[in-house]
Structures are given as structure tokens and as C-alpha cells.
């Protein structure tokens, strides 16, 4: 058996289930990146029930070295899928890019490795993404028009503004199996203001990659008013974690939403959803 790249400098994580579709493409991002530094690629493929295993299998033939297949005889989950991965991780620099996203530029990784090299007080790097909407068939958007190159914790805690396939962050920063992160509902949510906790958050202003939204996704398939509850859900368990201006931002946020929603529901059963909050 073919032993894996020594000592990698970036650990890419790749949540695969029930991606056929899209899989072949998110990995043909990932293994072209164009790089002066060694990185690995850990797959969590989680029993899916199509041709997704079988693709993962044929890229993992073709780069032994550098993918780390890890498979599971029955369905996980999103979350447990995703700690046997971070249990996987020997980098330096985590980077994420699920199964149904892509990356769209070979230098991504080395632009961002670039900023976390030199920039000591940056614990999070990120730039825009092209959003794809197939599940209402909407036109294509950019992400972040008017973000700001350096934000902090702060920033965050208002609103999440950092998509999946754009991050990289410091590995370590934080204990893994932090409790918090068994629970939340929006487990990426988390993990960013926990590593926002420890430095700064850098922008590039570039478009690297494509963030889908479908019906087969695990945000995007639920029902409207489940996320929204799976929303302040999240807010409730952040609170506390930092310090008390963090809690202000997030409970001011909290606010604002629960007027937006009741402002905008019109139906009586989703009105009674708002003010159980």
C-alpha cells in the first residue's frame, strides 16, 4: 500500500454523501492545485447510495499518496462524519471543500497558505465564492461584495459571512471535541468563532470557488421553517462561550431575525414559530 505525502502542510477535508453528481468535480479541484508545499486530502465518504464510494475509490487508485479514504459500513451523519476526519488531520492548515462544492482556482491554496505564512495574527483566511442555487433555480451570485479584507470575532458574531469551500484556518487552535460542537446545529458556524477567538480574519477579495445549494444538501434540504429554528438554536448555544460584548452581538443579531421573520411570515403556524422565541 501506497503510504500518504509526509508531513503535510495543509489537511483539505472533503464530507462526501450521496454526491455522485458532483463529487468528480470537487475532487478534480482539489488534486490540481498548483502548490509549493505538500497537503493531503482526507475524504469522510459515509455509506452513500450511490456511485459517490465508487468515484471516491477511483480518484483514491489514481492519488494514493495524496487522498486518505476513510469509509463507514453505515450512514454516520454530517456530524460524526466530520470527527473522524478532524481526527485525521495532520496539517498545519485545515481547509474544507464538501462534496457537492468546488474549487475553481489551481493556486487557491497557496494564496491563502501565503497570508496564514506571514500573517501571525490571522487565525482564518477566506475569499468570495460563486453561489448556485439548483434548488429554486435562481441565477448565480457572488458572495461578500462589500466585505471588508480584515474582521474579527466581533464581525462574526453578527453573522456567519464565511462559506464552506473558502476557508482555512490554523489547525489546533481549540480542543476538537469541544462539546459545543456535538450539538450545535450549524457545527461550521461554531468552529470559525471558536478559531475567530484566536487572531484575526483575512479576506481575498478573488472568487476560488463555487458553493452549491440543492435539494440534496444538509442545509438546503431541510424545510425553511426548520432552519430558521436550527438558526437561533445556534445563536442560544454560542451564547456564553466568549465574552460579553460576543453575547450582546449575538443576542442584538437574535433580535433583528425574530423581526425579520415575523415581519415576513404571513401563515399563523409560522407566526406561533417565531414567538416561541
Not at 458532483?22 to 475524504?43: N, R
Not at 471588508?148 to 462559506?163: C, E, G, P, Q, R
Not at 463555487?210 to 444538509?218: A, F, N, T
Request: proline fraction near 4%; hydrophobic fraction near 35%; aromatic fraction near 10%.
Amino acid at each position: 500500500m501506497n503510504e500518504l505525502v509526509k508531513n503535510p502542510l495543509v489537511s483539505v477535508r472533503v464530507l462526501a454523501y450521496n454526491h455522485e453528481k458532483y463529487i468528480a468535480e470537487c475532487l478534480e479541484g482539489i488534486v490540481s492545485q498548483k502548490t509549493d508545499f505538500p497537503f493531503e486530502v482526507i475524504i469522510g465518504e459515509d455509506c452513500s447510495t450511490d456511485r459517490t464510494r465508487e468515484i471516491c475509490r477511483d480518484y483514491k487508485a489514481k492519488y494514493p499518496n495524496l487522498i486518505n479514504l476513510i469509509e463507514s459500513e453505515t450512514n454516520l451523519g454530517a456530524h460524526l462524519n466530520g470527527e473522524r476526519t478532524i481526527a485525521a488531520y495532520r496539517g498545519k492548515y485545515i481547509a474544507w471543500c464538501d462534496g457537492d462544492d468546488y474549487w475553481t482556482d489551481p493556486y487557491k491554496l497557496q494564496k491563502q497558505v501565503d497570508i496564514l505564512e506571514r500573517r501571525e495574527d490571522i487565525s482564518i483566511c477566506f475569499h468570495k465564492v460563486k453561489i448556485i442555487n439548483e434548488t429554486e433555480n435562481l441565477p448565480p451570485i457572488i458572495s461578500n461584495p462589500h466585505q471588508k479584507t480584515v474582521s474579527t470575532i466581533y464581525d462574526l458574531a453578527y453573522i456567519n459571512f464565511i462559506h464552506a469551500p473558502s476557508v482555512m484556518f490554523r489547525n489546533n487552535l481549540f480542543e476538537p471535541q469541544n462539546e459545543i460542537l456535538r450539538n450545535i446545529p450549524a457545527r461550521d458556524y461554531a468552529v470559525h468563532l471558536l478559531n475567530a477567538s484566536k487572531g484575526d480574519i483575512y479576506f481575498i477579495n478573488e472568487v476560488m470557488a463555487v458553493y452549491r445549494e440543492h435539494r440534496g444538501s444538509v442545509w438546503a434540504s431541510k424545510p425553511l421553517k426548520e432552519r430558521h429554528n436550527l438558526h437561533l438554536k445556534t445563536q442560544d448555544a454560542i451564547l456564553g462561550l466568549f465574552n460579553r460584548q460576543v453575547d450582546e452581538i449575538i443576542l442584538h443579531s437574535k433580535a433583528m431575525y425574530l423581526y425579520d421573520l415575523y415581519r415576513n411570515y404571513k401563515e399563523t403556524d409560522g407566526l406561533s414559530e417565531v414567538k416561541k422565541y
